[in-house]
């Protein structure tokens, strides 16, 4: 299934519950799942087709508070190597490239998308 997933995205318009399940060639734990906001940002990511946009701009279109889209997959300390909690994490930081200042986002693999 694994890159298949990624591929069939490509040709559907993307919102969250697109997004709540993710998979990820080098997680060992199967499917990830997102919650609510954290699908959001990966689907207002997606929506922007590969350009990098701004931090602000992602989450207004993603509805959440946060400051920047990473502030919603952290992982604190009681949940570190917890799968559950970890491969959050492990999505966005393979999906999402960043740059450090002033804060652009892009979810390269949404370059070719239709939606």
Not at 73 to 78: G, M
Request: with cysteine.
């Amino acid at each position: 299934m694994k890159k298949t997933w990624i591929k069939l995205l490509h040709k559907l318009p993307v919102d969250a519950a697109l997004c709540e399940f993710v998979t990820v060639d080098d997680w060992p734990h199967g499917p990830i799942h997102c919650t609510d906001g954290r699908a959001a940002i990966f689907a207002a990511l997606w929506s922007f087709k590969g350009v990098k946009v701004d931090a602000e701009r992602i989450m207004l279109k993603a509805g959440q508070d946060s400051h920047k889209p990473n502030d919603l997959f952290k992982v604190k300390k009681e949940n570190k190597e917890k799968p559950e909690y970890e491969g959050p994490l492990h999505a966005y930081r393979t999906f999402v490239k960043s740059t450090q200042r002033p804060g652009g986002y892009w979810r390269p693999c949404a370059a070719g998308a239709l939606a």
